[in-house]
């Protein structure tokens, strides 16, 4: 079992940085492969970002490809999205999830632990 608690969500300008952080409880954390997800109203979840289980690997969106920086600390079991030269269109709940695998992964269903999501606007 793994739960999730993200934090770091709010209103920021256009241009501006927001830092995500989840934190993870259960002693699977560094096993796993961590996502970050987004879902705009109206809109389907879609990806964001992604690491595997040492951190070694990264995968992004291309929208947010360049901006953003997922990070992880296995000794604090903790996941990080930094997140740069925010856009309006970057508004959205965002949620962190734990991969079923080592591997980060690019599609939901590989997901089989989320957080509550927090709330990122970006105000033009």
């Known amino acids: 079992q793994v739960q999730l608690v993200e934090s770091g969500g709010g209103l920021v300008q256009a241009g501006g940085s927001l830092r995500l952080s989840c934190a993870a409880s259960?002693?699977?954390?560094?096993?796993?492969?961590m996502g970050w997800f987004r879902q705009a109203p109206g809109k389907e979840r879609e990806f964001v970002a992604a690491?595997?289980?040492?951190?070694?690997?990264?995968y992004y969106a291309d929208s947010v490809k360049g901006r953003f920086t997922i990070s992880r600390d296995n000794v604090k079991n903790t996941v990080f999205l930094q997140m740069n030269s925010l856009k309006p269109e970057d508004t959205a709940v965002y949620y962190c999830?734990?991969?079923?695998?080592?591997?980060?992964?690019?599609?939901?269903?590989?997901?089989?632990?989320w957080g509550q999501g927090t709330q990122v606007t970006v105000s033009s």
């Open positions: 999830a734990a991969s079923k695998y080592y591997s980060g992964s690019y599609y939901v269903n590989d997901y089989n632990y």
């Open positions: 259960g002693r699977t954390f560094s096993s796993r492969g």
């Open positions: 690491i595997n289980r040492s951190g070694g690997s990264t």
